[in-house]
């Protein structure tokens, strides 16, 4: 009171914060903001989720705030939510799996990459290959037949025939040289579909524009003979006509330089050979070789 002489201190301002119109608290000067919504009752997360509607209807119910107190609102968005601890464990594995994830995803894209520029590069560098030197296949021909070990006299016993081929060689490229590599080359002989004979293509270098003589040793290990089969051999040989199947395949490089080669291919050449008799001084009577497209190998 003014009348008497005793001093009253002053008052105090105080600061409420409103969350609700259930909830009132007071701060001194000093301004708080509590972002947990979820303690607070009738809050979405706490009363089981209002919609937007609702929540505007509510406040546009509560009265105004009191003189010298502050409301403040906090939008929705801004409120940080720490996800649930059963999901912690699954987040856990999911988090460590991504990175192996993206890592086996760019290995795979690098890889696929890199055989795309492999792939591009050899099909560029044939390109260039076929377009400056304009590769030609080899021929071949048949010059001489030697046959040993067919003994048609006797009705049962089998045979081991020794065959040799004499074969020219020629290389038609006026600027590429072939060497004939050994490993995988493969020679056979047949009468009437029945092999009598193998052997290997013998290894030699040849250079651009050359013929080479090369030798083929064919042979077979006690080959049973038909009767019927022993009876037109024996006719063929009387008539000095004995037909022959020769198949030869043969790998090769070809040479560009002393130094530089391709890489490796196939060749397959077939040829119809028919000789007089079946001795070792057997004449070649007709012989046609066909050389085959080339393969990679």
Same mark, same amino acid.
């Given at each position: 009171?003014?009348?008497?002489?005793?001093?009253?201190?002053?008052?105090?301002?105080?600061v409420a914060f409103m969350t609700d119109k259930n909830i009132?608290?007071? +701060?001194?000067?000093?301004?708080?903001?509590?972002?947990? &919504?979820?303690?607070?009752?009738?809050?979405?997360?706490?009363?089981?989720?209002?919609?937007?509607?609702?929540?505007?209807?509510?406040?546009?119910?509560?009265?105004?705030?009191?003189?010298?107190?502050?409301?403040?609102?906090?939008?929705?968005?801004?409120?940080?939510?720490?996800?649930?601890?059963?999901?912690?464990?699954?987040?856990?594995?999911?988090?460590? +799996?991504?990175?192996?994830?993206?890592?086996?995803?760019?290995?795979?894209?690098?890889?696929?990459?890199?055989?795309?520029?492999?792939?591009?590069?050899?099909?560029?560098? *044939?390109?260039?290959?076929?377009?400056?030197?304009?590769?030609?296949?080899?021929?071949?021909?048949?010059?001489?037949?030697? *046959?040993?070990?067919?003994?048609?006299?006797?009705?049962?016993?089998? &045979?081991?025939?020794?065959?040799?081929?004499?074969?020219?060689? !020629?290389?038609?490229?006026?600027?590429?040289?072939?060497?004939?590599?050994?490993?995988?080359?493969?020679?056979?002989?047949?009468?009437?579909?029945? !092999?009598?004979?193998?052997?290997?293509?013998?290894?030699?270098?040849?250079?651009?524009?050359? &013929?080479?003589?090369? *030798?083929?040793?064919?042979?077979?290990?006690?080959?049973?003979?038909?009767?019927?089969? +022993?009876?037109?051999?024996?006719?063929?040989?009387?008539?000095?006509?004995?037909?022959?199947?020769?198949?030869? !395949?043969?790998?090769?490089?070809?040479?560009?330089?002393?130094?530089?080669?391709?890489? +490796?291919?196939?060749?397959?050449?077939?040829?119809?050979?028919?000789?007089? !008799?079946?001795?070792?001084?057997?004449?070649?009577?007709?012989?046609?070789? &066909?050389?085959?497209?080339?393969?990679?190998?």
């Amino acid at each position: 009171m003014a009348g008497d002489g005793s001093t009253q201190p002053p008052p105090t301002k105080t600061v409420a914060f409103m969350t609700d119109k259930n909830i009132r608290r007071t +701060r001194t000067r000093h301004l708080s903001i509590d972002t947990n &919504v979820d303690s607070i009752p009738g809050s979405p997360r706490s009363s089981g989720g209002f919609t937007d509607a609702s929540r505007f209807s509510v406040d546009s119910q509560r009265p105004p705030p009191a003189p010298g107190t502050y409301l403040i609102q906090i939008p929705k968005e801004q409120i940080y939510r720490v996800p649930p601890p059963e999901n912690a464990s699954l987040y856990e594995v999911l988090s460590r +799996r991504k990175p192996n994830r993206s890592a086996c995803r760019r290995c795979c894209c690098y890889s696929l990459a890199a055989l795309v520029v492999l792939v591009t590069l050899a099909v560029v560098l *044939v390109g260039i290959f076929f377009l400056v030197f304009r590769p030609h296949k080899p021929t071949f021909s048949v010059s001489e037949v030697s *046959v040993d070990g067919v003994n048609l006299t006797s009705s049962e016993s089998p &045979v081991s025939p020794l065959i040799t081929i004499k074969l020219r060689a !020629k290389d038609v490229n006026e600027k590429l040289g072939v060497i004939y590599v050994g490993g995988g080359s493969a020679a056979e002989i047949f009468y009437d579909g029945i !092999k009598l004979g193998e052997g290997e293509f013998t290894a030699f270098d040849q250079p651009a524009g050359n &013929v080479t003589m090369t *030798v083929t040793t064919l042979t077979g290990s006690r080959i049973k003979l038909s009767s019927s089969m +022993r009876e037109d051999l024996e006719e063929s040989e009387k008539k000095g006509i004995v037909p022959f199947d020769l198949r030869i !395949k043969a790998p090769f490089k070809f040479k560009v330089s002393s130094a530089v080669t391709m890489w +490796r291919m196939a060749v397959t050449v077939d040829c119809k050979i028919t000789v007089d !008799k079946l001795t070792s001084s057997a004449t070649v009577i007709t012989e046609n070789c &066909v050389t085959d497209d080339l393969t990679l190998l």
